[in-house]
C-alpha cells in the first residue's frame, strides 16, 4: 500500500510541474493576445509623420477628338490619364504605416475643348 500512496504523491508533483510549465506560459500567451487586442481596437494615440510620397498616372480611357484643319477633317486619340498621389506616414510609437490616396488630377493627352 505504501507504494501507491508513493506513486499517488509522485503523480501529483508531476501533475503539479505539468501546470506550472504549460499553464503558466499558456496564460502569458493569452494575456499578451488580450494586449494586442487593447492596443488594435482602441483610439490611442499616433506619431504619424509623413514617410514618403508616390506619384502614379494610369490610363484609364481613351476617346476620339475630331478637329478640323485646312478644311480637313482630323480625328486623334486622346488618352486620359489620372495622377493619383498616395502618402505614406509611418507611427514610430507602434512601428506601423498607413497611406492616404488622393487623385490629383485628370489629363488629357490632347489639348482639346470638351
Ligand atoms: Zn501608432
Ligand atoms: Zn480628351
Redesign the pocket.
Known amino acids: 500500500m505504501i507504494g501507491l500512496v508513493k506513486l499517488r504523491k509522485l503523480t501529483f508533483v508531476i501533475s503539479l510541474i505539468f501546470i506550472i510549465f504549460v499553464t503558466i506560459p499558456l496564460m502569458e500567451a493569452e494575456a499578451a493576445v488580450v494586449e494586442n487586442d487593447i492596443y488594435e481596437t482602441t483610439d490611442?494615440?499616433?506619431?504619424?509623420k509623413k514617410y514618403g510620397t508616390d506619384i502614379n498616372v494610369f490610363q484609364t480611357d481613351t476617346h476620339e477628338v475630331t478637329y478640323w484643319k485646312n478644311f480637313m477633317r482630323y480625328s486623334r486619340t486622346c488618352n486620359i490619364s489620372h495622377e493619383v498621389k498616395t502618402i505614406v506616414y509611418y507611427?514610430g510609437?507602434?512601428d506601423?504605416t498607413k497611406s492616404e490616396t488622393f487623385l490629383e488630377e485628370i489629363t488629357h493627352s490632347v489639348n482639346h475643348s470638351h
Open positions: 490611442m494615440q499616433h506619431n504619424w507611427c510609437l507602434h506601423h
